[in-house]
Structures are given as C-alpha cells and as structure tokens.
C-alpha cells in the first residue's frame, strides 16, 4: 500500500518564476493538505482541498494556489517567487470524517516532501 | 489566538535514560492533539494523538503523552530512549470545525542520543 508521495524530491527554481508541486494521496484517503516548512522551523499550514475544493485556508498570499483531481491527487502552484519560499513542502492526506460542524481529519499521513530552493 | 509552544529547542539524554518533551498549547475549544516525527530528510510520522477520552495516549515507538487541561500541556515521554530515537519533535493542535482539521505546529524540539 503505497503512502503519500510528492513529486518532484528537489527542485531549484529562479525569483519570479512559477512552480508545480504534486501529491498523490495515501490509497482510500479523500483529502490533501500541504504545508510549508521553513529551515528550523515546524510546519506552517498552506490550505486544505476536499472533494476538488479549496476548504481551508491559512495565512499564505494568493501567490499560493492548489487543485485536486478527481482521483483526490493535488497540485500546489507557486507564482512570482521569492527568495523567502524557498523551503520544504509537505503534502499530507487523510479522510475527512464527522458531520455537520464537527467534521474533523483522521491523522494526518505526510508525504517526505519536496525541497524548493529560490535563486 | 491558537499556537503551539515547545519551550525546548534541543535536547540531549544519555541512552537508555528517560525522556520528557514539553509542549504547551492556546487554543479556545476542545483542543486535537498530536506529535509528530521528522527524521532528516524525511516527511512526519504520526506518533500518537488525543481527541477524548483517557489523558494518558499510548503511541508507538514506546512513546506515550499525556493531556493536562489545567495547564494546557501535552507532555511528550518515554521510558528509555534508543540511539534511532534521534529526530526532531513536533507537537500540534488542530481544530475540529465545518472544514476539517488544519494542524498548528511548534517549531520543535530536536533531541539527539548519546552513548
């Protein structure tokens, strides 16, 4: 049963420049979720997609945007970069469970990430 | 507003000695809580979690944490430590709202293992 994986492992970009991140969840999961991670630092969450949507949001510029297919796999785009997005981005997949107001992730399955550097 | 504190940047035990990473949270609601494992170059890996119920969360890995309300800490432990136990820490609390669960992270804590 493969898990999360993210592709590509590294890649190296220039200031201004746009780039594609992608994600293929862990088998029978329905949600993705990407986060950045800084050097030093814990993740940050960017935001959430469920059922091809945009569910939640944290605080990242508009700069930031994402899609997922109908087979629940995900793209984060990045435009006009800058030297300060430089960092490890991580995809994460789990089922959103519960109803009404009280829906909630089961545990977060994280990919190994993709390592971004900005020149 | 929510946040995650993990007081400990770095942290050194002797193997085979116990272990206690700290971890504090702020956040308004019943909180979900979690710690995670990073190895380097590596993604997390789920350690254990706390939504209800029992304070005291068995995990893997020999870990275990337990929930405080009164003083919002979600203390991470083990009994004895081994050398592979090297990594980095990360506590997180997540919301449980209409949209699901978005986690917020401490900075971490990295613990190395001496011989």
């Known amino acids: 049963d493969a898990g999360v994986t993210q592709s590509p492992t590294h890649l190296i970009k220039t200031r201004g420049q746009q780039v594609t991140l992608r994600c293929s969840p862990k088998s029978g999961h329905d949600t993705v979720s990407w986060y950045q991670q800084a050097l030093g630092q814990g993740p940050q969450f960017i935001f959430q997609y469920y059922e091809e949507e945009e569910r939640q949001r944290g605080n990242f510029p508009d700069r930031f945007s994402g899609h997922q297919f109908p087979n629940y796999s995900s793209e984060l785009n990045v435009n006009a970069l800058l030297l300060g997005d430089s960092a490890l981005y991580l995809c994460?997949?789990?089922?959103?469970?519960?109803?009404?107001?009280?829906?909630?992730?089961?545990?977060?399955?994280f990919g190994n990430g993709t390592r971004l550097t900005v020149t | 507003a929510q946040s995650v504190t993990q007081p400990d940047i770095h942290i050194t035990v002797s193997e085979g000695a116990s272990l206690e990473l700290r971890c504090n949270y702020s956040y308004g609601a019943t909180p979900y809580l979690f710690w995670y494992v990073q190895s380097p170059g590596q993604g997390l890996q789920l350690l254990l979690k706390?939504?209800?119920?029992?304070?005291l969360v068995q995990g893997i890995k020999g870990f275990e944490a337990e929930f405080k309300r009164s003083q919002s800490s979600f203390n991470l432990r083990k009994p004895s430590v081994h050398w592979s136990d090297a990594a980095e820490y990360f506590c997180?609390?997540?919301?449980?709202?209409?949209?699901?669960?978005?986690?917020?992270f401490g900075k971490g804590t990295t613990l190395s293992v001496s011989s």
């Open positions: 997180a609390v997540g919301a449980v709202n209409q949209a699901g669960t978005a986690l917020i």
């Open positions: 706390y939504f209800s119920g029992d304070t």
């Open positions: 994460a997949s789990s089922l959103l469970v519960g109803g009404g107001a009280m829906k909630y992730n089961s545990p977060l399955h």
